[in-house]
């Protein structure tokens, strides 16, 4: 075999960040230890928000890289190709409701979107699945049932929220319309990975992409989680409380607050319920708006996809969350 | 075949996070974090990750290396960071800073219904039930006087008097991010004896009033913060 070692300095480029990484987290772990951040109280709602978003959210999105590298290494192109063979119009909302069966939170179905869209999966129908996901999988419909049950607006909550959440995600996929994996997929330095299991096993393809998913989502993941911790703590929830009573503006405020907390999709419904001063349209409109942008969200998106992405995802799903939580306020409300 | 930097770097990053579940689970520290509805993806990801840790390393050898840029360096440093940050913490659960910025509107699905609160031994999730729903409040309305036996940290309220503070415990239906508090308001306890944050467990009578719910207390007495700090579904 073949002995293609890499020259020595290049070995010692790996050693000295490594080094580097090291002395810093080693310096952090022992300041935290000393400082004992706890005995400040900002600081320790922070750092309790922070870790449980991520303990909570980092099996997610392994889960989903999981799901990313079996599709990756295991199924045959052939099946996207014929996928992508179908009309758009019945594209769009198949993937949408293709999300009924991919039961994670949102974490978890960017990864799994972006190796569909590199697979040969038209882009604005692997996006679809990913927004649609977090909403119409069974266990977030179960958690918005138990979260409203014994109210009159149980079921306009339920079905408007699944109803606003295919729309919004069918919306954002025809907005995309027909751009290319190319032109909407950031290339990163993981996807030479790619063709790696043409050379080595199948398993080991497997393990790389994988790990590459993890380690390239989960940075995103933690930046994402701060910064939801950072606003949780010194943001107060009851500043928008004030305006619950404004028809629009209340909307917009709760659409706001599920930005800012960055909620998974299968609890949000808990707090939701809890904003028991806003009215039906302002509630829908976080469960609807939330899954699908956040915080932590924001940051994977940016990573994940081309520049202005986000900005689209933005605009629409506000565009149809507002529009759509009115409407049924109106009917129901 | 070389050891390739960056597969050992991912293999790292994994093997971290597996060492932080395990140690979650090991500690029993889970609780702080996670409601008993979400706990099991600790066990499943300590698994999961084991495996992916212990897959990547077996195959981290190729043929074709790849060396760790600063850049990879440090995004696997900052996966690295939240599990620095908990393993040199000191355990710790929301507080009172916590209850002056979340709601406390406790209207979270799993809380008491209506024929909960009617019967049986009263707790803060019947209480929270009340708070959530007019026939709910009825029905604690109608066991006012009623004995209670409930556990909580103590919050201070400006303005309150010397004997009175509120007894607030969060209610979490999956993580810690989720919290909503519930409050009672406890009069009658021996004045300036417990401290903000401090954990008492209170009993005494029970008297829903308007949109708040008062307990007269009999006893307060200082107690250690619960194994489960977050009332769950």
Known sequence: ?333 | MRWSARSLAGAAALAAWASLFWFLMASGRTNLYLSSRTDWVVPVGATILTISALGRLVSARSQTPEHLSPKDAWGVGVILLPVVAVLALPPASLSSFAASRRSSFSSAGFTSSPEEVASGELSLGDVAGALRSQEAMSALVARAGSEVDFTGFVTRDPGAAADEFTLTRFLISCCVADALSVEVRVVGGPPGQFEKDQWVRVTGKIYPLGDEVIVDADSVEAVERPEKPYLNP
């Open chain 1, 1 to 333: 075999m073949v002995d293609i070692a890499q020259p020595l300095p290049q070995r010692n480029a790996s050693l000295r960040p490594v080094a580097g990484v090291v002395l810093g987290l080693t310096a952090i772990g022992a300041l935290l230890h000393l400082l004992e951040p706890g005995r400040i109280a900002a600081a320790q709602n922070f750092l309790l928000v922070f870790s449980s978003l991520l303990i909570e959210a980092v099996p997610f999105v392994l889960l989903g890289a999981l799901v990313s590298a079996v599709i990756e290494v295991f199924v045959p192109v052939t099946v996207f190709e014929k996928l992508a063979g179908l009309p758009r119009p019945l594209q769009l909302p198949a993937s949408a409701l293709a999300g009924m069966a991919f039961p994670v939170c949102e974490c978890g179905s960017v990864p799994v979107a972006r190796r569909l869209a590199s697979k040969g999966l038209a882009p604005s129908a692997a996006i679809t699945f990913m927004l649609a996901a977090p909403i119409l999988n069974p266990i977030v419909i179960a958690s918005t049932v138990i979260a409203y049950r014994g109210r009159e607006s149980l079921w306009a909550m339920v079905l408007g929220r699944s109803a606003l959440g295919l729309v919004a995600a069918v919306a954002v996929g025809w907005v995309i319309g027909s751009r290319s994996s190319g032109e909407m997929l950031r290339v990163r330095r993981g996807d030479a990975v790619a063709h790696d299991h043409e050379h080595g096993s199948r398993s080991a393809a497997f393990f790389g992409h994988l790990s590459s998913d993890f380690v390239f989502m989960g940075r995103y993941l933690v930046l994402g989680a701060a910064v939801a911790a950072a606003l949780q703590t010194f943001v107060p929830q009851t500043v928008i409380g004030s305006v619950a009573g404004a028809p629009v503006v209340s909307l917009l405020a709760m659409m706001g607050l599920a930005f800012l907390l960055s909620l998974c999709s299968e609890s949000d419904a808990f707090v939701a319920a809890s904003f028991v001063q806003f009215g039906v349209g302002a509630q829908l409109a976080f469960l609807v708006f939330g899954p699908m942008v956040d915080t932590k969200l924001g940051f994977l998106y940016s990573a994940t996809f081309s520049k202005g992405f986000f900005r689209v995802v933005v605009v629409t799903v506000a565009a149809v969350t507002l529009v759509g939580a009115l409407w049924i306020e109106v009917l129901v409300g």
